[in-house]
């Protein structure tokens, strides 16, 4: 059984081939109590988007895998994910997957819930906190790997902006320091943490300014345009977040300049993929949002029934992330719409 709440989405249950067991309204009632022997868990995302609607795809999936019940929560905010972390945590829960939005101020609020139920962090991490395990890509290797993309992109170098929602997160930071440690041919340094508006220069790439827009589309397309006409030299835009690609373009298109600068970005966007099918973006870095639902059930449910053998020595459980251009495109894509449940 999977239930998704959130200040948008409330109280709607999505059938995972089990018996309804009815829905939550988040006023902390809900319709039946779960069967026995059903780990009772929730799994809360970032925010509202198509990356965790095929994160929730997954948690479907696993929820029938392994006989759990389990709420999706999609908060808005910061804010608003501490209240359902609370709410969660008032009602009673057995396990929480969590992608903390700021995690070195959620420390507390992280610790008092794995003090009460299984807490483990999925997408984004909070290694200060006492979390069980973290479950997904590393974000240093993949900033590495979208680096790369600008290289093959703009082999001649040049001056670059990186775009990003917020950076109070871990998966944000550590993204953020790879794709300069690549650009600028340092060696690893996933502890780094380089100013936000300071020029930074290497041999080939110039890297302007990190410019955030508190994940609104509009805004980093507004970022966008800034930018260009500050820097009208710029030769490439780098988003680190899901939106940022198809924003990025549409700045692009409407000032003339898709043939004088690239965008590299991050996940699976529609308007991503067609991008890269159509020769627009030489590709973007994938995470698998669908395996962080899925591997999230399986881990909560094993723990609520007391097995630890799925907790690794160092506790991260990697699901590396990829390059996608246009060879491997088609296959990727048909994948993520077969488990997106969309129809060719």
């Given amino acids: 059984m999977v239930q998704r709440i959130g200040r948008f989405i409330v109280g709607v249950c999505v059938a995972a081939g089990l018996a309804a067991l009815g829905c939550d309204n988040g006023s902390g009632a809900a319709g039946a109590p779960a069967e ?6 929730a799994y809360i995302t970032n925010g509202v988007a198509p990356f965790w609607t095929i994160a929730e795809k997954g948690v479907i999936d696993g929820a029938k895998e392994y006989n759990a019940e389990v709420s999706v929560v999609m908060p808005s905010d910061v804010n608003d994910q501490m209240q359902r972390v609370e709410d969660l945590l008032i009602r009673g829960v057995d396990g929480i997957a969590i992608s903390p939005i700021d995690a070195e101020n959620q420390v507390p609020l992280l610790n008092k819930a794995a003090a009460k139920t299984k807490l483990i962090t999925q997408d984004s991490d909070a290694p200060k906190s006492e979390r069980i395990v973290y479950i997904g890509i590393d974000n240093y290797v993949a900033g590495r790997m979208a680096g790369q993309l600008v290289k093959e992109a703009i082999p001649g170098g040049g001056k670059l902006a990186i775009f990003v929602g917020r950076l109070e997160g871990d998966n944000a930071r550590k993204r953020r320091q790879g794709v300069l440690d690549e650009l600028l041919d340092r060696p ?54 899901a939106y940022h690609t198809p924003a990025l373009l549409e700045a692009l298109k409407q000032a003339g300049k898709m043939s004088s600068i690239q965008v590299v970005g991050f996940d699976e966007q529609d308007a991503t993929l067609r991008a890269i099918q159509d020769g627009e973006v030489v590709g973007t870095v994938v995470q698998n949002p669908y395996m962080y639902g899925k591997e ?49």
Wanted: net charge positive.
């Fill in 188 to 241: 690893d340094n996933s502890a780094g943490n380089d100013p936000l508006n300071q020029e930074l220069k290497g041999a080939k790439y110039t890297v302007i300014a990190t410019v955030t827009d508190q994940i609104d589309a509009a805004k980093a397309k507004s970022n966008a345009e800034d930018m260009m006409s500050a820097h009208p030299d710029l030769v490439g835009l780098i988003g680190l977040n």
């Fill in 36 to 41: 026995r022997g059903k780990p009772k868990l």
């Fill in 296 to 344: 999230s059930v399986r881990v909560l449910a094993a723990l609520v029934r007391g097995d630890s053998s799925v907790v690794p020595p160092n506790e991260f459980i990697s699901l590396p992330a990829r390059q996608i251009r246009k060879g491997n495109l088609g296959e990727f894509w048909a994948d993520l719409k077969q488990k997106a449940g969309k129809a060719e």
